[in-house]
C-alpha cells in the first residue's frame, strides 16, 4: 500500500463531492450542542465546518473493511479505511475548501494522511449548490450543519457526511 495510491483514491472521492452531480444530502440533527451554537444566517454562511459525523456517528468512523486491490497492483485481504477529521472552508468570495482526514490500515502498514479539494459554493435557502470543473453538487445547510452523501472509497457506497460550523 502506498501513501499515493490511497491518496489518490481518496482525492478522487473528495472530487466526487465538488464535480458529481444532484448529490442530496440530508441534516442528521435538528440542532446543534456546539459552543457557537446554532447559525441560521446563511445570508454570510462563510466560515470553517468540522465534519463531525459520517452516517449520523461520531468520528472517528470505519468506512470500509475488507479486501482491496489498488492500481499499482498492491492487494490486502483486510483492508480497513476509517474517517479521523476533516473541514470545509467556506469563504466570503464563494471559494470552498473540502480536507478529509483518514487512517489506512492494510497488513501490517498504516498511513494517516490528508486529502482535499477546492471549488465554489453557493447557498440558497437551506441548500448548499458545490461545484468544480465540470459539475456540481447539491447538500444541505440547515442550524449551521452542512450535510453531502459521498462516496469516499468510490465503491458505489454513499455515506452522508456532517459538517458543523466551527467559526
Known amino acids: ?6 491518496a489518490r483514491r481518496v482525492r478522487s472521492g473528495i472530487a466526487g463531492l465538488l464535480a458529481t ?9 435538528s440542532g446543534s450542542d456546539s459552543a457557537t451554537g446554532p447559525r441560521n444566517d446563511t445570508r454570510d454562511p462563510a466560515g470553517t465546518y ?4 459520517v452516517d449520523q456517528k461520531n468520528i472517528p468512523r470505519q468506512i ?3 479486501p482491496m486491490t489498488f492500481p499499482g497492483g498492491a492487494y490486502y485481504d483486510d483492508f ?26 492494510g ?4 498511513l494517516n ?11 440558497d435557502g437551506d441548500q448548499i449548490y458545490i461545484s468544480s470543473g465540470g459539475g456540481g453538487s447539491v447538500g444541505s445547510f ?12 468510490n465503491n458505489g457506497e454513499m455515506r452522508t457526511y456532517s459538517f458543523r460550523y466551527v467559526r
Open 80 to 105: 480497513t479505511f476509517t474517517i479521523t477529521g476533516g473541514e470545509m472552508i467556506l469563504q466570503d468570495d464563494g471559494d470552498i475548501h473540502v480536507a478529509i482526514d483518514y487512517k489506512a490500515t
Open 50 to 53: 468540522a465534519l463531525f459525523q
Open 142 to 153: 440547515r442550524n449551521g450543519v452542512i450535510s453531502l452523501k459521498l462516496d469516499l472509497m
Open 107 to 110: 497488513g501490517e502498514n498504516e
Open 113 to 123: 494522511g490528508t486529502s482535499g479539494d477546492d471549488g465554489t459554493y453557493e447557498i
Open 21 to 29: 452531480t444532484t448529490l442530496l444530502g440530508s441534516v442528521a440533527c
Open 64 to 66: 470500509f473493511r475488507g
Open 1 to 6: 500500500m502506498t501513501s499515493i495510491d490511497i
